[in-house]
């Protein structure tokens, strides 16, 4: 596998919004196929959030389901491939246990890394959705740390069932606001590339809406990435020295 691995260009890949569940089984199936045949062959893969439908806390690490999952991301780090993980607005429960089990590293919202040399800057993008009010508050509730505490102290089908009744909720709250209220905003999106000096490249997520963007912000021509979701079908982000190439699969 290192030699393989030594004569692959060096390559990092980039995804987000899987939403993993026991009840979409066919993209279980094409995140392993990604999984063993691409991700294995490149230096780094970075999950920009909601790998998962959603999680419950890291008690749940013993579900039959997440069992494979786990050990399909210690064959990618025994294989020397770094793994990457943001937490998304389905899966920011998501803690030291699981991390440790499927030997993943956590990065925090934003992150600014950097590849050959180049500023990438890294975000799930929920928190750049600025004209979401509702979603903002129900996000600073939810993050709080007394909450979480309240809420993991809860027995875990308990929290299962708080969790089916916000998704409830946020389904028929999203039928109610416009795609503009949920797209990211712009002024947020400035805001976050300036303080981070500029990126020249900027990855994120969430909204659901594939694109490449290019921004210009205080006169620095900046690109924006948004990731695709894999509802249909999966779709990573490859960045090498070339730049950045958006596959389907
Ligand atoms: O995820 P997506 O893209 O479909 O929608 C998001 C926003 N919705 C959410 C909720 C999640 O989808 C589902 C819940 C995940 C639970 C994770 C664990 C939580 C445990 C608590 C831990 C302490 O994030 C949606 C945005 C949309 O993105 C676009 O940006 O609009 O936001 C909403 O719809 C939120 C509503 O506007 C407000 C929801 C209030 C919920 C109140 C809960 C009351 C339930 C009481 C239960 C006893
Ligand atoms: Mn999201």
Request: with cysteine.
């Amino acid at each position: 596998m290192k030699n393989l691995r030594e004569n692959a260009e060096k390559h990092s890949l980039f995804i987000s919004d899987l939403h993993l569940c026991e009840s979409r089984p066919h993209i279980t199936a094409a995140f392993f196929q990604f999984l063993n045949t691409t991700a294995i062959k490149a230096d780094a893969l970075y999950i920009l959030g909601d790998l998962f439908e959603y999680w419950a806390g890291d008690d749940d690490i013993e579900d039959p389901y997440l069992r494979p999952i786990i050990a399909a991301f210690k064959a990618l780090a025994t294989a020397g491939v770094k793994v990457y993980f943001m937490h998304g607005n389905r899966d920011f429960l998501i803690s030291t246990s699981f991390c440790q089990a499927a030997h993943i590293s956590l990065l925090q919202d934003p992150a600014l890394i950097l590849l050959d040399g180049k500023k990438v800057l890294l975000s799930h993008g929920d928190a750049l959705c600025t004209d979401d009010v509702a979603y903002l508050t129900f996000r600073a509730q939810v993050r709080s740390p007394q909450w979480q505490t309240e809420f993991l102290s809860q027995p875990l089908p308990a929290r299962k069932s708080i969790i089916e009744s916000i998704r409830s909720r946020s389904e028929h709250e999203k039928t109610q606001k416009s795609a503009q209220i949920m797209d990211v905003n712009a002024n947020a999106v400035a805001d976050v590339l300036r303080a981070f000096d500029y990126p020249p490249l900027f990855i994120h997520g969430h909204t659901h809406r594939p694109h490449k963007h290019t921004l210009n912000v205080d006169g620095h021509t900046i690109t924006r990435w948004v990731l695709g979701d894999w509802y249909e079908q999966g779709s990573y982000l490859k960045y090498d020295k070339n730049g950045c190439v958006s596959v389907k699969i």
